[in-house]
């Protein structure tokens, strides 16, 4: 489609259209393949020695599940409040979560580091650059770790296996694959919305004889390099696979391309590249911040990046950028006598979308020299559609000899054999396979934490959350009393900056836990017409991040898949946008009432 035709808003609809349809699957959630069985090793960790160790039996005040920047922030808010009896439990074999999974050649955060890396000032961290690595930001959470004193408490490569209220005592028993039978007045959980790494159901998968691995459990063993991009020698003589090509295979594939002997790339759907512009943070700079800066920061992204008004852009990036288009759009049409009627402000995203989308088509052009390569690598559907992507080596690295696109017009790879994998009746000889095929979202919340939660009178999450998550403030569930949901579903739900959900929900955990331990209450919990209260605002919500059926199939979607209640409130928000639920959730707890929980 030529740059004229691009204007033509129907035309571009209609290959929108074409272009999703043909990556419609019957299957749609259910093609990928969980790393059970004989794929359960695509789950082991490549980075620690499991030690053994004597099974606990103990007691603590406050349990976390999950060392990610979930525990880490509740943990730092714990001990700032003055509750230091906290121990989190993770899987791993330290602080990290995602960033200590990921530690894929050019892992990166997408999302600013000013305003990504939580507690900067409380640590005195400044970061080295705006847009961090993932060495950077493993070690911001490690420093929060020891900031805060959570190493002394904490047991590593321990995955829970399921967590079971015991009313007569008032206390949650956390069972372990250690055998431990620990018990805690209070737990919370942050196991990660994109946490359990999903395999790609090719047919054959299982028959391959090479090497392979998945890109959170990144093999450095075989590939030679390190995660802060080294150079990966032991490839220079073989021939490499990768499979998929979102946020993650985005990053990685620049350091394949330059290393491998061969690369081929099995593209389904390309993904939208905007321009990365990275610098580094200037010291000087940095010293001229004002106590408090931080705060200050993330109300400014947050509200730019969810369409408010701010006299100045601190952040300035490509996730501010769409939403500023959008809302520069809106108000220029209401001066020109137009409304906020839905068909305006609709008429306003689309328009903003697609001239965002034809640069971005268009630098794919200016950066790759073979045109049917470059024609390959255009993404043809809204930028939300899929995960934005910022960088400006990828589309570069197609300009490598070694490197080689090879796109299966949306159909996906054929068949995997022993020594390689087909695409249009062409077989690609292989020593390595590596699978950037992402992460399951919208399976059963027990299956991706990998543990059961039985509340009071033996009945489990799963079954709570039959017909969809139910929750107040996406935290507090009724029938299970003093436990904690981490996470940005039914809250902020902020996806363009996670970690401000996080730090939140820290304070939030904090100043109830604080208040239960001074009135002595044994059990609060989210009353059942309170939880009933905060769905029905939920489902109030006009821009509910429920996913687009017409957009093209993806995780943000349910694979283009039937988008129902139950998918609705798993992803939904606060009606009136992250900042206006940041406010109010912050006026919730400093009252000292918490209304909707009950302390007793
Ligand atoms: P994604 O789910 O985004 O991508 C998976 C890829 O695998 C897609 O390209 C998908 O194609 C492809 N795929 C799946 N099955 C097949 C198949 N059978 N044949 C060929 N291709 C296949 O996973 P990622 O790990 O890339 O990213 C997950 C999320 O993690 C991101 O969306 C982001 O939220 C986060 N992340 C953030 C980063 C950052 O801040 N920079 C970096 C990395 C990840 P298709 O698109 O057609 O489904």
């Known amino acids: 489609m030529s740059a004229a035709e691009q204007t033509d808003p129907a035309a571009l609809r209609a290959k929108y259209r074409a272009e999703r349809d043909k990556r419609l699957r019957s299957e749609g959630n259910q093609q990928y393949i969980e790393p059970t069985g004989r794929f359960a090793h695509f789950l082991d960790d490549p980075y620690t020695v499991r030690v053994e160790r004597e099974p606990l ?69 400044m970061p080295s650059m705006k847009y961090v690595f993932a060495p950077e930001i493993h070690g911001q959470a490690r420093r929060i770790a020891t900031t805060f004193g959570l190493y002394d408490n904490a047991v590593f490569s321990t995955r829970v296996t399921l967590l079971e209220w015991d009313d007569q005592t008032s206390r949650w028993v956390i069972h372990t694959d250690r055998g431990d ?37 990144w093999d450095y063993e075989y590939t030679g390099g390190d995660p802060a991009g080294g150079r990966m020698a032991r490839l220079a003589e073989k021939q490499v696979g990768i499979i998929g090509t979102g946020a993650t295979a985005v990053q990685c594939i620049p350091h394949l391309a330059r290393d491998a002997k061969e690369l081929y790339v099995f593209q389904r759907t390309p993904s939208s590249i905007d321009v990365r512009n990275n610098h580094p943070i200037d010291p000087e700079w940095f010293a001229t911040l004002q106590p408090g800066w931080q705060q200050r920061w993330l109300v400014n992204f947050a509200t730019l990046q969810s369409g408010g008004f701010a006299d100045e852009d601190l952040v300035k990036d490509g996730w501010t950028d769409i939403a500023k288009r959008i809302r520069d759009r809106v108000v220029a049409n209401l001066a020109n006598g137009g409304d ?13 979308d697609d001239e965002k989308m034809t640069e971005i088509r268009a630098r794919v052009d200016e ?17 939300l559609c899929k995960r934005p992507c910022f960088h400006d080596e990828y589309l570069q690295a197609y300009n490598e000899p070694g490197c080689h696109l090879v796109d299966t017009d949306g159909k996906g790879v054929e068949r995997i054999d022993e020594t390689g994998a087909w695409v249009n009746g062409v077989h690609y000889e292989l020593d390595c396979l590596i699978l950037a095929s992402g992460f399951e979202v919208g399976t059963a919340a027990a299956r991706r934490a990998g543990f059961e939660t039985t509340g009071r009178g033996g009945e489990t999450l799963t079954q709570h959350w039959a017909e969809g998550m139910r929750s107040l403030h996406g935290m507090n569930v009724h029938g299970f009393p003093n436990l904690f949901i981490v996470g940005p579903s039914q809250g902020a739900n902020l996806i363009s900056n996670i970690t401000q959900n996080l730090t939140e929900a820290g304070s939030t955990i904090a100043a109830i836990v604080g208040h239960a331990l001074a009135v002595g209450a044994d059990q609060v919990e989210a009353t059942a017409a309170a939880e009933r209260g905060w769905i029905e605002l939920l489902e109030t919500n006009p821009r509910s991040f429920g996913g687009n ?52």
């Not at 074999?93 to 990166?108: Q, S, V």
């Not at 007045?185 to 391959?208: N, S």
Request: with cysteine.
């Open 181 to 217: 039978r620990m018990r805690a007045r209070f737990v919370a959980m942050g196991t990660g919305p994109l946490h359990r790494p999903k395999l790609p159901g090719i047919p054959g998968i299982e028959t391959f004889i090479g090497h392979a691995f998945h890109t959170s459990r």
């Open 367 to 383: 950066i790759v020299c073979d045109p049917a390569t470059a024609e390959a690598l255009k993404p043809w559907y809204r930028q």
């Open 57 to 125: 039996f103990d007691d603590v005040t406050v349990a976390f599940i999950g060392g990610g920047f979930s525990g880490l922030c509740t943990g730092a808010r714990l001990k700032q409040a003055g509750i230091d009896d906290v121990r989190i439990i993770e899987g791993g074999g330290d602080f990290g979560g995602a960033w200590y999974w990921n530690r894929y050649p050019g892992a990166m955060c997408d999302t600013a580091a000013m305003v990504y890396l939580p507690l900067l000032e409380e640590t005195g961290h």
């Open 340 to 352: 906020l009627s839905p068909e305006s402000l609709l008429r306003a995203y689309e328009e903003s």
């Open 549 to 600: 059926p017409d957009c093209t199939p993806g995780y943000y979607n349910n694979e283009g898949g039937p988008i129902g209640r139950k998918e609705r409130l798993g992803a939904s928000g606060y009606p009136d946008g992250p900042v206006a639920y940041f406010d109010y959730i912050a006026r919730w707890r400093s009252t000292g009432e918490f209304t909707g929980l009950e302390f007793c």
